[in-house]
């Protein structure tokens, strides 16, 4: 059997999680248009016939202003000492950066094998692809291929830089999963998900979602309990929203989809508390799991 682990990195907000996702065929990630959605290394894993892949989706890097920042840069150059390949993503749209040098140099003194990956080509201009591409060339890396991972499109070039890349290896993984996160995480962040499609500027980074409890009962309910975590008072009324609404609306939307990962009816109860500054603090960071 072939295997190997392929790290996906790049800035804040250029798609990896979206492009992990589709590289899987499953939503192993959750996406946001905020930046800084991941806050953990994520495994989804390929499997296909004689062959298993393993991507590991990244927390965006980028310059740290908090003690939650350093971790997550940390842990992405921490994880690029167990992969096999690393696909760095760029975003079409949008100019190469400081950011994305600063990540181009640290994966060449790693000597890592990059792939780097040019997503958003169908919102891009043809020319803004092509200069990136150019741009990007530049830094003599393994290949370069340009996708749109929204619709799914260029992961089959993809694969076809990364499968010659795989050696004999191990089955890491049952053959029959796609993904190695606890049922609580993996409920935690779908909820995230949901409040930062709703949430507004700085707000989504100061939320931290736990759930403390995942019950079966006797009425074939799942009952699913969960603390959702800010950082001041003033925030705690935003996540409520005037007389409930937001927490209404996105519970509403949560439920939907734990419904359809448990299979089966949820009673979700969310509750809003303050954990001052936990984004600074070490010893918070510790206890919320990251
Ligand atoms: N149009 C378009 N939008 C995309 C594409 N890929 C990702 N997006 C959008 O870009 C935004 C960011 O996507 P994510 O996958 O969350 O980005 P990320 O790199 O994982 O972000 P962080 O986890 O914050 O580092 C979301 O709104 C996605 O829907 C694409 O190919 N085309
Ligand atoms: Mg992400």
Redesign the pocket.
């Given at each position: 059997m072939r295997s190997g682990f392929i790290s996906v990195v790049?800035?804040?907000?250029?798609?990896?999680?979206?492009?992990v996702?589709a590289l899987v065929g499953e939503k192993v990630?959750?996406?946001?248009?905020?930046?800084?959605?991941?806050r953990n290394t994520i495994r989804g894993i390929l499997n296909k016939d004689d062959m298993q892949i393993v991507f590991v989706?990244t927390?965006?890097l980028h310059r740290p202003r908090t003690a939650l920042g350093n971790r997550l840069n940390r842990l992405v150059y921490g994880s690029l000492e167990e992969t096999d390949a690393v696909l760095f993503?760029l975003?079409a749209t949008q100019k190469i950066g400081p950011g994305d040098r600063l990540i181009a140099e640290r994966l060449l003194e790693a000597n890592a094998t990059t792939i780097v990956v040019v997503?958003?080509?169908?919102?891009a201009k043809e020319e803004q692809i092509l200069g990136q591409l150019s741009e990007a060339g530049e830094w003599d890396f393994a290949a370069y291929v340009p996708?749109?991972?929204?619709?799914a499109?260029g992961t089959d070039a993809i694969l076809g830089e990364v499968i010659p890349l795989l050696e004999e290896g191990p089955q890491f993984f049952p053959s029959d999963v796609h993904m190695d996160q606890p049922e609580k995480i993996y409920a935690a962040e779908l909820i995230r998900e949901k409040f930062l499609s709703r949430l507004r500027e700085e707000l989504p980074h100061s939320l931290a979602i736990v759930v403390d409890e995942i019950e079966p009962r006797d009425s074939g309910v799942t009952y699913v309990g969960v603390s959702a975590y800010v950082e001041r008072k003033s925030q705690k009324g935003i996540v409520i929203g005037k007389g409930g609404s937001l927490l209404k609306t996105v519970g509403s939307e949560a439920r939907t989809e734990l419904e359809r990962f448990f299979g089966g009816a949820v009673f979700l109860d969310i509750r809003v508390k303050i954990q001052e500054d936990w984004q600074h603090r070490d010893e918070v960071l510790d206890r919320l799991g990251f």
């Open positions: 790049g800035r804040p907000n250029v798609g990896k999680s979206t492009l996702n990630s959750i996406t946001s248009s905020r930046p800084q959605t991941t989706d927390p965006g993503v975003d997503n958003k080509t169908d919102i996708v749109a991972a929204l619709d499109d």
